[in-house]
T-cell receptor, first 113, second 116 residues
Framework: DAEITQSPRHKITETGRQVTLACHQTWNHNNMFWYRQDLGHGLRLIHY???????NKGEVSDGYSVSRSNTEDLPLTLESAASSQTSVYFC????????????FGPGTRLTVL | AQTVTQSQPEMSVQEAETVTLSCTYD???????LFWYKQPPSRQMILVIR??????QNATENRFSVNFQKAAKSFSLKISDSQLGDTAMYFC?????????????FGQGTELSVKP
């Protein structure tokens, strides 16, 4: 069955370290998204991509970067982790075009000490 | 910019009863989608129901229905015959229509507890 996976599911890191969160989908969706979930804020969009080599900033992109070298993967990198980036991170994907449903991964809980 | 507001941080309901979760949004767009997502303790995001703004008829999915009031920019979720498995965080979300695909804007969430 097609699916979307995230790894790792849990990670603890230290302030200042570079961290990469992986997202992989097997639906062959062109669109992929990264959100972070914090108490009182719901989910907020970090970065998104509409296809290979395309990346765009979302609402809360500072301190994060993404790259899209193939259709299946959109890794999220925290260049220099900060305690404010402690959060739960969700990846999502959807087909391109005027299609509304996004399919979410299981989430990654990141703690920055 | 669009915003989504859920004014009820927590709600509780007795099993088998009906509960309504509120959501309001702000947009100048005329063509958009609205969603309710459920997030159980497993953390998985599950689509409950969606509404296209151009449709006047309210969406229904089994025990879940919405009351979509476009002029008032209101989008409430009614859960009938509540079950213990409905215990979860519920998020209201807005999506503007783009040619390439939409971006979701979420509300803060309502934590629903269904009590036996």
């Amino acid at each position: 069955d097609a699916e979307i996976t995230q790894s790792p599911r849990h990670k603890i890191t230290e302030t200042g370290r570079q961290v990469t969160l992986a997202c992989h989908q097997t639906w062959n969706h062109n669109n992929m998204f990264w959100y972070r979930q914090d108490l009182g804020h719901g989910l907020r969009l970090i970065h998104y991509s509409y296809g290979v080599q395309d990346t765009n900033k979302g609402e809360v992109s500072d301190g994060y970067s993404v790259s899209r070298s193939n259709t299946e993967d959109l890794p999220l990198t925290l260049e220099s982790a900060a305690s404010s980036q402690t959060s739960v991170y969700f990846c999502a994907s959807s087909p391109s075009g005027n299609y509304n449903e996004q399919f979410f991964g299981p989430g990654t809980r990141l703690t920055v000490l | 910019a669009q915003t989504v507001t859920q004014s009820q941080p927590e709600m509780s309901v007795q099993e088998a009863e009906t509960v309504t979760l509120s959501c309001t949004y702000d947009t100048s767009e005329n063509n958009y989608y609205l969603f309710w997502y459920k997030q159980p303790p497993s953390r998985q995001m599950i689509l409950v129901i969606r509404q296209e703004a151009y449709k006047q008829q309210n969406a229904t999915e089994n025990r879940f229905s919405v009351n979509f009031q476009k002029a008032a920019k209101s989008f409430s979720l009614k859960i009938s015959d509540s079950q213990l498995g409905d215990t979860a965080m519920y998020f209201c979300a807005f999506m503007k229509v783009y040619n390439q695909g939409g971006k979701l804007i979420f509300g803060q969430g309502t934590e629903l507890s269904v009590k036996p």
